[in-house]
């Protein structure tokens, strides 16, 4: 347990919004929170992108692609034409057209709830979702420490998806004892994950497979290594893996670290030093070649 600490579960109405002091970024309703618009780079919508979604030419003739994320499609650490969205837009100028939806700090709840937002707005012909494995751990919260702000977090009943609701007795006391004890924090959220969160995600992912076959949309879900995918165990691996879930669908699921991995210093030369390693310029310049090999090539 040495180096761990102990975690609880947050739960609606818990906590109030309370933003870290750089006050990057404000609350929004729906989706938790968005960057300000007045820092450079940031659209009216707050995100990290130049057109403005509520002026999408849908008559262009360029093949709209909807990009879903968190921190890392974002691109924290670098400079905006040097995330993934960007570089890919540079390789397909012309034909192609990236809505960049990455948002620091999201969970794949909050990216699910981007694209019900905006998919009629974009009018995507492609959606990419791009995750890492804290972004499922993060559909636990109903607020974020790190950002300071609420969010939605939802549940399943009778095979629907419902909004969770404030915290019971019970959970309180499992929350009480969680705060004490590193072991029972750690067993908790492996049960946590197993029983609640996998299944979440699950409908979320599958309910934008549906919408996207039915309209005739490329989904591709991408999962993004970590520095600390090179000391993971075949749990861990499993928990946060949804390629068995897409077998079957027209749902292209990627797994870059089969390829990232060859590279011999890949943990030093791809990530940065930052505290959420995010992938260094040459990190999303490898992420964005896989991208591009893998959905983009043969189309061009």
């Not at 909807?66 to 650490?77: A, E």
């Not at 030369?269 to 040459?282: C, K, P, Q, V």
Request: charged share 25%.
């Amino acid at each position: 347990m040495k180096g761990f600490h102990p975690c609880i579960r947050t739960f609606p109405g818990q906590y109030q919004n309370k933003p870290k002091a750089e006050k990057w970024a404000h609350p929004d309703p729906l989706l938790g929170w968005t960057i300000i618009p007045k820092y450079t780079e940031i659209i009216p919508q707050g995100f990290r992108d130049t057109k403005d979604f509520n002026k999408v030419d849908l008559n262009s003739g360029e093949i709209r692609v909807m990009i879903l994320g968190d921190s890392f499609m974002y691109g924290v650490g670098v400079q905006a034409d040097e995330n993934v969205p960007n570089l890919l837009q540079g390789k397909l100028i012309g034909k192609y057209e990236f809505f960049n939806l990455g948002m620091r700090g999201w969970g794949i709840d909050q990216m699910y709830l981007a694209y019900k937002k905006y998919k009629d707005v974009i009018d995507p012909n492609i959606v990419i979702l791009a995750y890492i494995d804290d972004d499922v751990r993060r559909v636990l919260e109903a607020y974020r420490r790190g950002e300071g702000f609420n969010k939605l977090s939802f549940t399943i009943e009778n095979g629907r998806l419902v909004p969770r609701r404030s915290m019971s007795q019970s959970q309180m006391l499992l929350n009480a004892i969680m705060e004490k004890n590193v072991f029972f924090s750690l067993l908790m959220r492996y049960i946590y994950l197993i029983k609640d969160v996998r299944s979440v995600v699950s409908y979320m992912f599958l309910d934008i497979a549906k919408e996207t076959q039915q309209k005739k949309v490329k989904f591709v879900v991408v999962r993004i290594p970590t520095k600390d995918f090179a000391n993971y165990n075949i749990i861990s691996q499993r928990l946060y893996d949804f390629e068995d879930l897409f077998r079957g669908t027209d749902v292209l699921y990627l797994e870059p670290f089969k390829e990232i991995r060859q590279i011999p210093s890949w943990t030093v030369d791809l990530y940065l030093n930052d505290r959420g390693g995010h992938l260094s310029e040459a990190g999303n310049q490898l992420l964005s070649d896989y991208v591009y090999r893998h959905v983009f090539k043969e189309s061009k």
